[in-house]
């Protein structure tokens, strides 16, 4: 043996306590730094691991204390001391299989039970070899403890730094995953220590009985390589810990990125959070918007003025608009016609076409097309529906700015106006932004809705004022019907009885002295009588002819154009159609008779025609009535008109719009096709019950 070995060999009291140093200090460093909380694997299992270091330099320094006792002389552990000192070997060995055991990572292996039932073999292994060798040997045996000791190495130390090192390998690849390679490599550095230190430093055991260790021992290592095994270990130790507690700042980076990482989710959040705030005041304010809107077209006098007011906010409101127009649908022959209109000048200029002018054509083009339309600067036109974005894109991308846009107004799929947006003057380059656009279409929604309510509220306040209006001309027609009939009963009947009264005494008086002349009073006052009846029987009918109440609509109605067609002179033809034969419900057939009444009165007084055709269809749902003539023919909204203005005066308005009530009374609906020069048709329809009386 050389000199330098034999220094090495005086001083392995040292060694031991660099080793147990190193195996303490890593463990008190894993101990320390690994967090409770960790996402990472490594931190979740690494407490069995700083057990591991702890209790093996634990055993490391209790050899160094055993090799001071024996070279001052001093009493030694005994054999039970050496059993426990190796019992703390033995645990610290199975505190590493259980950082393999305990880590997260185990669990996606391949062969992770047949690594389990390995772990759990072990220690049974370990304990039947260490009782077999007890019972071989005395208690007292100087070498009891040293075989004991060379088992553990073998069966416990080897197997469980191999899969050590294993695992640290294992997690060197999650650490690459988390975005910390450079901590990976010292894992890796970790790992190989561990495959040295297990298969070399637990291999080279003391010489004992058994037969591996008679071989291959520490002695064999001291000659292969000129020193003690312990000088080793304690390197391999120091290395170990010098790579632990570099690769322990994976805690560290992980507390960095994951502030890091809080941060970032902090700060989207906030920018999340004003960005929603922003959109929600937005929003707050378009409904507001909308809301305004709504109340000041539901609280106008009239409905263009509401428009008008409208019109004002939008353009106040918004940057993109300085003008705009509202045109609407009318009900009666669906033309469009402007119905306000704010800010366009006044004036054209250079003799061309007007803003105004453009946009009106492009209002009616939106309520002719249903569609959204775009003009720009440079006269192209863009037409494409509301919500296709793809189409508005390309409209907003358009080289020239966008001069006038046009949107539909539309309300239960029927359009029923447009509101058109422009500058003052074609000069202006402000282009209408996605929010504004959203905007808008809500806008045009919301304004059909309110608009169509305000024509619903005017409609029923004309209809209360018509329905009011045809009470008090009802009530007037039976006065003066009333009035009539008295008339005409006193100037008629009240004539004929005075007359026959008076006959009838002239008669008596003649018997005794003129027979003869007294039988030609009588017939004259047979006559008289027959005439007085007729005209009874014609006033009844006027009243209400018994062809109604008794043979029906189709005969009473054929019975009213015969009387007519003799007082009038003029030509009447009738014709009935459908397979219907029952009667129909008696208030249909007086309102159809009244209709038909009403229909020829205005013929007479106001057609100069010649022909009046009438024809009736009835039906198993509706009744079809239709009155034409040849006459004069008229303008039916010019008519109407009329006859409401004449209404609302309080003068005589009957005639068509009679007709038309007592259609809707019924739930029908009348129809008056007439044109000036070319006569007059009034259709009216009324649905029947599903039962009708016979």
């Given amino acids: 043996m050389n000199p330098f070995s034999e220094f090495l060999l005086r001083h392995v009291v040292g060694f031991h306590f660099l080793t147990g140093l190193a195996f303490f200090v890593v463990g008190v460093a894993l101990a320390t730094c690994s967090p409770r909380i960790s996402r990472l694997e490594f931190g979740q299992a690494a407490r069995p691991l700083a057990a591991f270091g702890l209790l093996h330099g634990t055993h490391e320094w209790v050899e160094m204390f055993q090799r001071i006792t024996l070279q001052t002389g001093e009493t030694s552990l005994g054999v039970l001391g050496e059993l426990a000192q190796t019992g703390v070997l033995a645990l610290s060995f199975l505190m590493l299989m259980a950082f393999v055991w305990w880590l997260p990572a185990l669990q996606s292996v391949r062969h992770a039970r047949l690594i389990r039932w390995g772990i759990l073999a072990a220690p049974i292994l370990w304990l039947c070899c260490a009782l077999a060798v007890a019972l071989m040997y005395s208690a007292t045996s100087e070498n009891l403890s040293a075989l004991v000791d060379a088992l553990t190495r073998y069966i416990l130390g080897i197997p469980a730094a191999l899969l050590g090192a294993w695992a640290l390998l294992r997690q060197q690849y999650a650490l690459r995953r988390a975005g910390m390679a450079r901590l990976g490599q010292d894992l890796i550095w970790c790992s190989a220590i561990l495959v040295v230190y297990g298969l070399v430093g637990q291999l080279f055991v003391p010489a004992t009985s058994l037969p591996s260790a008679i071989w291959v021992n520490s002695g064999l290592f001291l000659r292969w390589f000129g020193i003690p095994i312990e000088l080793f270990q304690a390197i391999l130790a120091s290395l170990l810990a010098i ?11 992980e507390g960095r990125l994951a502030l890091e990482q809080t941060l970032e989710r902090e700060r989207q959040i906030t920018e999340e959070m004003v960005r929603i705030n922003e959109a929600l005041h937005l929003k707050t304010h378009d409904l507001a918007l909308l809301l305004d809107l709504s109340t000041r077209l539901a609280a106008s006098i009239t409905l263009e003025h509401g428009l008008e007011d409208v019109l004002q906010k939008i353009i106040q409101e918004l940057t993109f608009p300085e003008a705009g127009l509202i045109s609407l649908v009318r009900e009666e022959d669906r033309t469009v016609y402007v119905a306000a ?97 959203n905007l808008i279409i809500g806008i045009a929604q919301q304004m059909a809705l309110c608009i169509e309510n305000v024509r619903l509220r005017q409609q029923a306040q004309e209809r209360e004022h018509v329905l009011s209006d045809v009470l008090r001309q009802v009530v007037s027609a039976q006065e003066k019907e009333r009035q009539r009939t008295a008339r005409e009963l006193h100037d008629v009947m009240g004539q004929s009885l005075t007359g026959i009264a008076l006959g009838l005494r002239g008669i008596e008086n003649m018997l005794s002295s003129d027979a003869a002349l007294a039988v030609r009073q009588i017939r004259d006052l047979k006559d008289f009588s027959a005439n007085a009846l007729n005209e009874l029987h014609q006033l009844i009918a006027d009243l209400r002819p018994p062809q109604l109440d008794d043979l029906g609509l189709a005969a009473a109605v054929q019975w009213y154009l015969h009387e007519f067609e003799m007082r009038s002179g003029i030509r009447t033809t009738f014709s009935r159609l459908g397979e219907r034969m029952e009667r129909l419900p008696p208030e249909h057939e007086i309102t159809l008779f009244r209709i038909v009444q009403e229909a020829l009165t205005n013929v007479a007084r106001h057609a100069h025609a010649s022909r009046v055709d009438v024809q009736l269809k009835v039906t198993a749902t509706q009744v079809s009535l239709a009155v034409k003539d040849d006459g004069c023919g008229f303008d039916v909204a010019q008519v109407l008109s009329l006859s409401r203005n004449h209404r609302m005066a309080g003068r005589h308005g009957w005639g068509l719009l009679n007709v038309q009530e007592r259609a809707g009374l019924l739930g029908g609906r009348c129809e008056i096709i007439s044109r000036p020069g070319q006569g007059c048709e009034i259709r009216v329809r009324v649905p029947l019950p599903e039962q009708s009386s016979e």
């Fill in 243 to 253: 790579f632990m507690i570099r690769a322990l700042n994976m805690f560290e980076t």
């Fill in 341 to 437: 209109a704010v800010g366009f000048p006044a004036d054209e200029t250079n003799g061309e076409i007007s803003l105004l002018s453009r946009a009106i054509v492009l209002g009616e083009l939106s309520v002719q097309r249903g569609l959204v339309v775009c003009q720009h600067l440079d006269g192209v036109i863009f037409e494409f529906p509301p919500q296709d974005a793809e189409q508005r894109s390309e409209c907003r991308s358009h080289q020239s700015p966008l001069m006038v846009v046009s949107f539909p107004l539309t309300v239960h799929q029927q359009v029923i106006g447009s509101i058109t947006l422009s500058w003052s003057t074609p000069t202006s380059n402000t282009s209408l932004s996605p929010d504004e656009y």
